[in-house]
Every structure is written in structure tokens, then in C-alpha cells.
């Protein structure tokens, strides 16, 4: 698959910045394109405009190595790499990676 492609609706998709693959639900990313920006907030995915920093929590708000933003109960990261998983039939478990990745925030702003 290469960077042009318009269309991940049958693709699993790789968020930095801690790697989580998430699969589906499909509605989620027919327009997602490599390089878009990624919120995830609880258990919603989300893909939005660059917050601006007078509307960010600068006092929770954490800026990694690779550009990605974590602040508040949302992490902001890009698409980095687009697998091609069969989607019907298989469960890669998404709820369970994503509940982790929202402890592992938790854990960050205690």
C-alpha cells in the first residue's frame, strides 16, 4: 500500500505515539490518510484539527520526541504506517488496546 492511497477502510492502522494498532469500526476511517492527525479521547477516535494551544491544558500537556501531544485524556499523534489486515473474521481485540492505552494516560496524569 503506498502513501497516495485515499481509502483505509479495509486497513488497520499504527498511532504513535505508542504504536496501538486499532482496528475498525470501519465508519472510522474511510477518509483517513496517511500523516492525518489522531485524537484519542476515552474510547472515541477521532481525527480533528491541531488544537490550538490556548485551548489545550498546557499544565497536563506533555510534547514527545516525535511530535505527538499528550495532554489532558487525549493523545494527538499521526498516522505512521497502514497494515493490511483481513478485517472479517478476525478480532484484534481493539477495546482491550484501546483500554490500555487510556490507563496507561491515567497513569501519566496522576
Given at each position: 500500500?503506498t502513501?497516495d492511497?485515499?481509502n483505509?477502510?479495509?486497513?488497520?492502522v499504527s498511532f504513535m505515539?505508542?504504536?496501538?494498532?486499532?482496528?475498525?469500526?470501519?465508519?472510522e476511517?474511510?477518509?483517513?490518510?496517511?500523516e492525518?492527525t489522531?485524537?484519542?479521547r476515552?474510547?472515541e477516535?477521532?481525527?480533528?484539527?491541531p488544537a490550538?494551544p490556548?485551548?489545550?491544558?498546557?499544565t497536563?500537556?506533555?510534547?514527545?520526541?516525535?511530535g505527538?501531544?499528550?495532554?489532558?485524556n487525549t493523545?494527538?499523534?499521526?498516522?505512521?504506517?497502514?497494515?493490511?489486515?483481513?478485517?472479517?473474521?478476525?478480532?484484534r481485540?481493539?477495546?482491550?488496546r484501546?483500554q490500555?492505552?487510556?490507563?496507561?494516560?491515567?497513569?501519566?496524569n496522576?
Amino acid at each position: 500500500m503506498t502513501k497516495d492511497a485515499v481509502n483505509l477502510d479495509a486497513y488497520t492502522v499504527s498511532f504513535m505515539p505508542f504504536y496501538t494498532e486499532y482496528q475498525g469500526p470501519t465508519e472510522e476511517f474511510k477518509d483517513y490518510k496517511f500523516e492525518d492527525t489522531i485524537y484519542f479521547r476515552g474510547k472515541e477516535l477521532k481525527r480533528e484539527k491541531p488544537a490550538t494551544p490556548s485551548s489545550s491544558d498546557n499544565t497536563t500537556s506533555n510534547t514527545f520526541s516525535n511530535g505527538a501531544i499528550l495532554s489532558g485524556n487525549t493523545i494527538t499523534g499521526k498516522i505512521v504506517s497502514v497494515n493490511n489486515y483481513e478485517r472479517e473474521g478476525t478480532d484484534r481485540n481493539e477495546l482491550a488496546r484501546l483500554q490500555e492505552l487510556i490507563s496507561l494516560i491515567d497513569v501519566i496524569n496522576q
